[in-house]
């Protein structure tokens, strides 16, 4: 969503990370797509990988391999990793 988390702490670490922003009416495909944990409607997105966030800083069994939303250095080796992965 366009809230105030995505513009001011999301958006600015994945478009460092290289990659452009665009949502779920850009039907082009996109390399990586960065949802909630447990969001409906990921499915319908195009892309070739997905981010996990959770909501709570606790993994729980249920939320394994998930990212806690403000983790900051765990989003920036997730979009480091992905994007190693698009270059190979």
Not at 3 to 10: A, E, G, K
Not at 36 to 54: D, T, Y
């Amino acid at each position: 969503g366009k809230d105030r988390w995505f513009q001011d702490f999301l958006r600015p670490l994945v478009e460092a990370a290289g990659y452009r922003v665009v949502d779920e009416q850009d039907k082009a495909e996109a390399d990586l797509a960065i949802a909630a944990h447990g969001e409906s409607g990921i499915g319908e997105l195009n892309a070739g990988r997905a981010i996990w966030l959770r909501a709570i800083p606790e993994e729980t069994p249920e939320a394994a391999g998930t990212i806690y939303r403000y983790d900051r250095d765990a989003l920036v080796e997730a979009l480091r990793a992905a994007g190693a992965g698009r270059r190979a």
